[in-house]
């Protein structure tokens, strides 16, 4: 059983990612496995006040490049202060959401294109990418209409249904380019089949 891992957990607005996180922290809480729970953007303080910022509703006039650097800088700091000292310690880590986020929401649903959000990601990760990327792929109009329309929330979320499209079809290319760490599950189960779909996964890449 291999000790230490860099799990994130991916997927447009809506797909049950936050209940999948807490479903899994739960099992590892079952199981006595010392697994380290994060989010982003946050995961610091400084992280968390940057998070505060860039979804914050009244910020309309945000530039894209501006909104990626703020991402970009968060990311930075939970590297640092967190992420990769405990990497070294070969802890395990699950994070929700990471650089597929920047690629699908900056890179394409804001069109700054891939060559930028690599540059952003390198420099923010000094080396550091997950091993196993849980995508919960579900499209955002199925996603929106289970939870009841899309223009409610942070700043992101009351994008619009197209910007949302373009996050999608932006994780698309990243299970295109990753096909090693990417692991699509289909988000349209329920939430307990998906949990299990994940917890075998795992197995098989013998995390757990
Ligand atoms: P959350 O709703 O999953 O907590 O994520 C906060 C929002 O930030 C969500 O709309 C996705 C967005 N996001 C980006 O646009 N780029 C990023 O790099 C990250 C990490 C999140």
């Not at 914050?56 to 909104?67: A, K, R």
């Not at 640092?80 to 929700?96: Q, S």
């Not at 919960?136 to 700043?155: C, I, M, Q, S, V």
């Amino acid at each position: 059983m291999k000790k230490g891992a860099f799990i994130t957990i991916e997927g447009c607005e809506g797909v049950g990612k936050s209940t999948q996180t807490a479903m899994l922290k739960n099992y590892f809480e079952s199981i006595n496995r010392d697994a380290l729970f994060l989010r982003e953007p946050g995961g610091t303080d400084i992280s968390e006040k940057i998070r505060s910022v860039i979804l914050d509703t009244s910020n309309v006039g945000m530039s894209g490049i501006c909104e990626a650097l703020l991402y970009s800088a968060a990311r930075a700091q939970l590297i640092e202060e967190v992420i990769a000292p405990a990497l070294a310690a070969g802890r395990i880590i699950v994070c929700d959401r990471f650089t597929d986020s920047t690629f699908a929401y900056q890179g394409c649903a804001r069109n700054l294109g891939e060559d930028v959000i690599t540059r952003l990601n390198d420099i923010a990760c000094c080396g550091i990418s997950p091993d196993i990327t849980i995508f919960l792929d579900l499209e955002p109009e199925a996603a929106f209409k289970r939870k009841g329309g899309a223009d409610t929330g942070d700043r992101l979320e009351c994008a619009g249904i197209e910007f949302h499209r373009r996050v999608y079809e932006g994780y698309l290319k990243c299970a295109k380019a990753y096909p090693s760490r990417f692991r699509r599950v289909d988000a349209s189960s329920d939430a307990e089949v998906i949990h299990r779909e994940i917890i075998e996964l795992l197995k098989a890449a013998g995390v757990v």
